[in-house]
Structure formats: structure tokens, C-alpha cells
């Protein structure tokens, strides 16, 4: 994709991250592990753009670049707008000596708004996700692992984020809350029209948010499109490992097994 195709709120070409790993002796160069190798990606605004790969293939890292908390090596990236982030332990990342109030504050510090235009702005956050003004005097410990995570959303969301960046946002959560958590997800999308840069080792997940899938593998991009036609046909082979993840292990077994049950 080239810039002609803009205008982009991210933008990433040919971007490098080395981690250096602890010498093995004193003398001896640190070793280096090449965790980002050359990758360019590019997110329009409103766009849903999912991010899958085996563990360790690079995501984290890649959008830690991209939030801007990490710098790359070499290459370029260039972001138009504000960024946010969720990340995927809900108990992890939220302050327990933190009130909710806070927690979902903090992303005000430095707005000229006053101090009850910003209680304002906590309070629409958290009733968009689906808490409430009563929730604002209490701590991280009073509500289960999805409501904490609609906590971590309210903080992006209070920002008025461009993109949201969601690391494995449900990965930590109870099967039954799960899909809860990406339906309010595509809700608030089409609320308040953000883009999201969701990042998942599962497939399903994305198919459920995402128009546009990037395959990430030893972390090189090894494959891009849409997600429909890359579930459908997916060229690359950790593609079509990361498929075999989440289907039933025989699918030709299964829809023969589907279709009896539908006879009988
Ligand atoms: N701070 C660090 N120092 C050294 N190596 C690191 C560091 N962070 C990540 N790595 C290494 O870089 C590679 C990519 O890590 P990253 O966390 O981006 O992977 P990931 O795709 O997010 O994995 P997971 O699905 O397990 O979260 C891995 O080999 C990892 O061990
Ligand atoms: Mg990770």
C-alpha cells in the first residue's frame, strides 16, 4: 500500500525493533533478536484492522510501536491522531489503590477541560460501557474481570480516541464474557467511529470485529486482506495453522456430521 492510497492515521514502512538479550560473557557482543523485521502497515481511520500470530511472532511489540510507547530501530511510522490503548490483563492493568474515578481520569490529565467538565467525560466513558456514575468512588477490586475490562475501555474511550489498540483485550476472560466484551467493542465503534488495531492469536475473534486481517509470523507481515477472503482462503501455511486452531480438527468430518444431524 503507498501513501497515494492515504489519508492514513497510522502509517508503518519497513519497521525494525531489536531487542538486545543479556551477554553471555563479559566481553562478548549482547545478542540481538530481531522481534519487528520490515514491517509496513497502514490503518485508515474507522477501519478495524486485526493483527494474528502465534505467540511471540511480534504483536505486542508492534503495538507498543505503534501506540509510540517503543521506538523502532529503523523504518518509519507515522500517526495522525490520538492513540489509545487496552491491554489484555484487566487485573493487572489497573491501579488497585486507584479509585475507578482515576483510573479512567488519568487519560485527562493535561486537558484544558475543568474539573467537572472531566468528571462529565468519566461519566459518559463509563456509562458507554455499560457502568455507571455509582461505579466512579469505587476500586479495581468490586467488579469482576469483564467489568474491569470495560474499565480499561472507558480510559481509552474518555480520550476520544482515533484508534484504539487492543492487545488480546479478551484473552484473560471467561469464555461467557468474552463475546460480551467484543460486542460492545463493535457497538462503540459504530458510536463513536473509531479505528481498532485489535490484536488476537485467535482467528474467531477477529472475524468477529475486524474487516482487515494482517498474518504476522517470526515478525514479518506474511500475509494481508480482508478477513473474509483470507479465512476463506488462506495462502500462507502459519495462516492456515492459526485456521486449524479454531476449527474443528477434521472440517470436513464436522459439516458431514452437521448435515446427519440436520437429516435425523
Ligand atoms: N523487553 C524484551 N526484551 C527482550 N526480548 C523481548 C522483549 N519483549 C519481547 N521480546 C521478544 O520479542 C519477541 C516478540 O515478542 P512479543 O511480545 O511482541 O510477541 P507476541 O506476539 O506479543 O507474543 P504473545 O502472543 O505471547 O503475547 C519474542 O521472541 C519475545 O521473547
Ligand atoms: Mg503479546
Redesign the pocket.
Known sequence: MSSADGPFLVELDGVVRD?R?PRRWLFSPPPV?R?LDGVSLAIRPGESVGIV??????????ARIVAGLDRPEAGRVRRGGCVQMVFQDPYGSLDPRMRVERIVGEALFGDPDGRARKRERCIDALEAVGLSADDMRKYPHAFSGGQRQRIAIARALVARPDLVIA??PVSALDVSVQAQVLNLMVDLRGRFGMAYML?S?DLAVIAHLCERVAV?HG?RIVEEGATAAVLASPRHQHTRALLDAVLPPDPQAAREKLDRARRS
Open positions: 531487542y538479550l533478536l522481534a500470530g502465534e505467540s511471540g511472532s511480534g504483536k505486542s511489540t508492534l492487545d488480546e490484536i492469536h504476522i515478525g
